[in-house]
């Protein structure tokens, strides 16, 4: 088991760009499959995007264009870069990894999870 720590979330006005960071020790060192998913209160856990241990990378499609994901190999940290904030991505975000990309943005593959940053973005 790996664990997993988020940062960077924030409240911030709609337009505007905030920066996430995943920690996910050791990832580099293995095949390992990284991906940011978001929940709002009531809605199901939503994939958002998703770096595959070969380096591709896949995009939910309510963030296409707007988010992007980065990672810093040295420091273990995977970025999601979130421009141009719709009032609907405000959610909780929350990291998670596993071995390997089995079943894309879905919730149920990933076995490490971090607790999550919160996004708010107001109108």
């Known amino acids: 088991q790996v664990q997993v720590t988020e940062s960077g979330g924030g409240s911030v006005q709609a337009g505007e760009s905030l920066r996430l960071s995943c920690v996910v020790p050791g990832y580099t060192e293995r095949a390992y499959c990284v991906a940011w998913f978001r929940q709002a209160p009531g809605k199901e856990r939503e994939g958002v995007a998703l770096?595959?241990?070969?380096?591709?990378?896949t995009y939910g499609d309510s963030v296409k264009g707007r988010f992007r994901l980065s990672e810093d190999r040295l420091k273990y940290t995977v970025y999601l870069d979130m421009t141009n904030l719709l009032v609907d991505d405000t959610a909780t975000y929350i990291c998670a990894a596993d071995l390997y990309c089995l079943a894309g943005l879905t919730p149920a593959a990933f076995s490490d999870w971090g607790k999550g940053t919160q996004v708010i973005v107001s109108s």
């Open positions: 770096l595959d241990g070969d380096g591709s990378i």
